[in-house]
């Protein structure tokens, strides 16, 4: 549904509600009042939205979060370098994919994705970030490299501007835009990580007092791109072995090695019990969904059994800081605290993908923040299988979940998904949307979805298998997805069969592909003796999931 504003007012400038059928979001004490009918867009949970309890920073330790002026104090010798980013050669595909190693629009649909490695870890991350770029090619993205060696926030955006990509992602601690507000929830001021500034490509973004942080953004705010952070948690951003452990589980889902799932959690405290499933059943079906809405029941306990479980997306919703999710339970009279050093220590979340409607935990300047111990592993212990979560920087979150499930329930990856829900927010944005929504950030890797996990293992023939035998008959073999109803494709290439001296991809065509294979096995009666390669994928419903990795054969007769 079209969704038109009235009267736009320039971020960061006072409202007053002198017209109050144009304002969309009005703060009244520690709730905010959504007009509806201003937003022009229909919800299921249309009713929950008009009268949303704001969230609050909760923390009983008291941990003053770090202003501009310490992340500056933090990061200054690296921000006074002269400004420079340069690109690196691209990796190359193995010989049987070489003609992923030059830019096609036919085979990278997906668009260009700009990988900006911090240049103080670069050299000890290179492998993986060159193996992520691999991956992104066969996931249909043109993927970079480039090696940040000095900047502050404009001259990188700028430079991502200049490269048109469909998005980015920033490995270690790529320098951070800041906003500030003198009239953020119940009028105080805030100064936070901005990622909204570098998605908002053609906006004019101004430093009025010429303080360092943004105060003010004029022109149309809608993200061009997505960006996501692999910032960890400890080394100021910068924990290579932190960054290798992620890139390496991410390599693990798409390949089908670390665990996938269909279904998703949401878990709803008290102040938000009538978000009911959060909207999640245009991303899965309800079936697939488990929550808990009542107050009676969501306390920390119930959340630590349930966040480890295997589930492919977790919605929770929950008072907060950068270091604590609180739980209210009504019934008791008391709060339950989860600390970071449950995550980080104790029992890693076992789940992919994550939606914190939770204050503050995503503000990744800060030391240990909970969000980053909700993608990042420490060494021993269990296994993190946490990829990627969206959350805020700030007091806020997202809402409107309908505008970032349902682009996921059609197939888009995290990152085009909140890339559309900003844009459901329209060009501009009031007083009450920008104390909400300014600090919304992706931690991990957008370009990730449950389905890009849900990848068959092949069994037979193995990588490499010679055969003498005629005729040419082989079987197939490969494991199932956890999926149930699951059916599969596979695919047979054979090296010259299609064009002589290239495999059938080479001129974007297929050779052999066999479509609702219900079973794990196939036979095949081979073309001729000449080499060969095949691939299997998964289909769920109506969504089609990774391919494999080709697994080369060779016939001599």
């Known amino acids: 549904m079209s969704k038109e504003k009235n009267n736009p007012a320039m971020a960061g400038e006072n409202q007053t509600l002198t017209d109050v059928s ?25 009713d929950a939205y008009k009268d949303v309890r704001n969230l609050e920073l909760v923390d009983r330790d008291n941990i003053r979060l770090k202003t501009y002026g310490d992340y500056v104090l933090q990061h200054n010798n690296f921000l006074q370098l002269v400004p420079l980013i340069e690109e690196q050669p691209r990796p190359a595909h193995p010989s049987g994919e070489s003609y992923l190693n030059t830019y096609n629009l036919f085979r990278f649909p997906k668009g260009k994705v700009l990988v900006l490695v911090h240049k103080d870890v670069y050299q000890a991350v290179k492998s993986r970030v060159e193996r992520y770029v691999l991956d992104l090619g066969h996931d249909g993205y043109w993927a970079t490299v480039h090696v940040v060696k000095g900047g502050k926030p404009a001259y990188i955006r700028n430079y991502i501007r200049s490269k048109s990509p469909k998005g980015v992602v920033m490995v270690g601690a790529i320098p951070v835009a800041w906003f500030e507000m003198d009239n953020d929830f119940h009028d105080a001021h805030s100064e ?7 998605m908002d490509t053609n906006g004019t973004w101004t430093d009025a007092d010429g303080d360092g942080k943004y105060n003010a953004v004029t022109g149309n705010v809608t993200p061009e791109i997505w960006l996501g952070r692999i910032w960890t948690p400890t080394a100021d951003g910068n924990d290579a072995a932190l960054i290798n452990n992620y890139f390496d589980r991410n390599h693990q889902f798409r390949v ?16 938000w019990e009538h ?41 929770v919703c929950a008072h907060s800081s950068p270091h604590v999710h609180s739980f209210r339970v009504p019934s008791q009279g008391n709060t339950e605290l989860i600390n970071t050093a449950y995550f980080r220590d104790q029992r890693c979340p076992n789940a992919n993908f994550f939606n914190l409607f939770c204050c503050s935990t995503a503000r990744f300047t800060e030391n240990d923040y909970l969000g980053g111990w909700y993608i990042f592993d420490k060494a021993g212990g269990e296994i993190n299988r946490g990829l ?3 959350g805020s920087t700030k007091t806020g979150s997202m809402l409107f979940f309908a505008d970032f499930y349902e682009p996921i329930g059609k197939g888009k990856c ?26 919304m950030s992706i931690l991990g890797d957008p370009t990730l979805t449950w389905w ?7 069994l037979d023939p193995d990588e490499g298998t010679v055969f003498n035998h005629y005729p040419r008959k082989m079987t197939f073999k490969w494991t199932p997805v956890n999926i149930t109803g699951a059916t599969y494709s596979l695919e047979v290439d054979a090296f010259g069969a299609v064009n002589a001296g290239q495999w059938a991809a080479q001129s974007f ?15 095949h009666n081979f073309v001729g003796a000449q080499p060969g390669r095949w691939r299997v994928r998964a289909k769920v419903g109506d969504r089609y999931c990774s391919w494999s990795n080709w697994r080369y054969f060779r016939f001599t007769v």
């Open 22 to 46: 144009n304002i969309r979001a009005q703060i009244n004490g520690d709730r905010t009042v959504f007009n509806m009918e201003a937003i022009g867009r229909q919800y299921k949970l249309n």
């Open 192 to 198: 936070f990580p901005c990622d909204l500034f570098y």
């Open 256 to 271: 089908g090695e670390l665990g996938h799932s269909r279904s998703a959690l949401a878990y709803v405290d008290d102040d």
């Open 275 to 315: 978000f009911d499933d959060c909207e999640m059943d245009l991303m899965t079906p309800a079936s697939y969904i488990t929550k808990y809405t009542n107050p009676n029941t969501t306390d920390a306990d119930l959340y630590k059994v349930e966040i480890n479980k295997t589930r492919s997306f977790v919605q």
């Open 388 to 390: 990627t979560a969206v």
């Open 414 to 439: 995290i990152g085009d998904a909140l890339a559309e829900w900003w844009q459901a927010r329209g060009a501009d944005h009031d007083l009450g949307e920008r104390r909400w929504f300014y600090g």
């Open 452 to 458: 890009k996990g849900a990848v068959p293992t092949l």
């Open 509 to 523: 065509r297929s050779f052999a592909v066999y479509h609702n294979l219900t079973s794990t096995s196939f036979n």
